[in-house]
């Protein structure tokens, strides 16, 4: 049983740290969001489209609507640019006109389930094979998007089973399902593994400045953390009960 990732984003705005804020640049919602929120515009990812709403006035009314060529699974918000993961490529669409966003680049790879977190000029994507996605590959992918009009691939990590995943700093956490979840350091777009905590069945991680929010498939996990020396502290859980049948 997964927990349904806007219960994170609750409680991830709770703590301070919403997916839409700008503090630090990270990839605070879960990478595995579908919506994004940018002044009084939300930006939501649903199969084929990008639907564009507006939040002014205390309204909720679609103002914009985009069809791109294949399946959306996620997007991150940064600046004035949206990062969308979908099966064939990550898509970069401009949202200097907030209400119309604008394509701008497609970074094409091999078809696979494709999560994606922004800091800085840098995106880190992953691609998951061996799901509906198609066979793919897995593995883990730095991009550099200093000009997000040309992204460069600076780095590839091979990975077990990728999925969602999120950064604060140089530490980097990645979801590997019953594989657990990974914490990697990323300084200078070089990926050293830090630890692995494998008890777990991970699915989705919000990462803050000394801690994560971690989805799992036995409930919501909350654990402190550092990178320099690595270390992972478990500080409160909230379990689910799996229903029988």
């Known amino acids: 049983m997964r927990i349904n990732l806007i219960l994170l984003l609750l409680i991830g705005a709770a703590c301070g740290e919403p997916n839409f804020s700008e503090s630090q640049g990270t990839g605070s919602g879960g990478s595995l969001s579908r919506f994004a929120i940018r002044d009084e515009y939300l930006y939501l990812v649903t199969g084929y489209t990008l639907n564009t709403f507006s939040l002014s006035d205390g309204s909720f009314r679609e103002v914009n609507s985009s069809t791109i060529s294949f399946g959306l699974e996620t997007i991150q918000a940064q600046g004035d640019f949206l990062y969308l993961g979908a099966n064939d490529a990550m ?20 078809v ?44 590839q990590y091979a990975m077990t089973s990728p999925g969602g995943l999120g950064i604060f700093g140089d530490c980097l956490f990645v979801c590997e399902g019953t594989a657990g ?10 990926v ?28 919501l996990f909350q654990y402190a953390y550092t990178c320099q020396p690595p270390a992972l502290t478990l500080i409160s859980s909230i379990p689910v009960q799996r229903a029988e049948f």
Request: hydrophobic residues 40%; negative net charge; contains cysteine.
């Open 91 to 110: 898509y970069i669409y401009s949202i200097s006109n907030r209400a119309q966003p604008e394509f701008i680049f497609r970074y094409s790879h091999i």
């Open 112 to 155: 696979a389930c494709d999560p994606v977190v922004v800091q800085g000029n840098r995106a880190y994507v992953i691609l998951r094979g061996g799901t509906p996605c198609n066979v793919g590959t897995n593995q883990l992918e730095i991009i550099d998007i200093t000009n997000p009009y040309a992204p460069v691939l600076l780095a």
């Open 181 to 190: 979840l990974k914490m990697l350091r990323v300084a200078d777009d070089v």
């Open 192 to 219: 050293t593994p830090l630890l692995e905590l494998s008890e777990v069945n991970a699915y989705d991680v919000i990462v803050k400045p000394n801690s994560i929010l971690l989805t799992g498939e036995d409930g």
